[in-house]
């Protein structure tokens, strides 16, 4: 059974850093690709930053230069690595595998004063 469980998300003043994490299990996570989504009420879910199984990454322009997605492959676990955090970064904050379309339950990032 597939199960990706996301931690590290709470509530933190602007200009901040956060690190969000994914333990995966029951996939085939290191040839997989895997991404980070974010979610604010009313809103699609949108792609933050993805990570291939080479490590290639690709980020949304609006978090270029502050987060940083990473992998650990002997961990099965995905990172998201967020600084200078603002208000308009707070959302729910998804895990997914990208290459066998499963999603985790997500974590809560509120950024705020």
């Known amino acids: 059974q597939v199960h990706l469980v996301e931690s590290g998300g709470g509530v933190v003043p602007p200009g901040v850093s956060l690190r969000l994490s994914c333990a995966v299990s029951?996939?085939?996570?290191?040839?997989?690709?895997m991404g980070w989504y974010r979610q604010t009420p009313g809103n699609q879910r949108e792609l933050v930053a993805e990570?291939?199984?080479?490590?290639?990454?690709t980020y949304a322009d609006s978090v270029k230069g502050r987060f940083t997605i990473s992998r650990d492959n002997v961990k099965n676990t995905v990172y998201l690595q967020m600084n200078s955090l603002k208000p308009e970064d707070t959302a729910v904050y998804y895990c997914?595998?990208?290459?066998?379309?499963?999603w985790g339950q997500g974590t809560q990032v509120i950024v705020s004063s």
């Open positions: 997914k595998d990208l290459t066998d379309d499963y």
């Open positions: 990570i291939t199984n080479r490590r290639t990454t």
């Open positions: 029951g996939t085939t996570f290191s040839i997989n690709a």
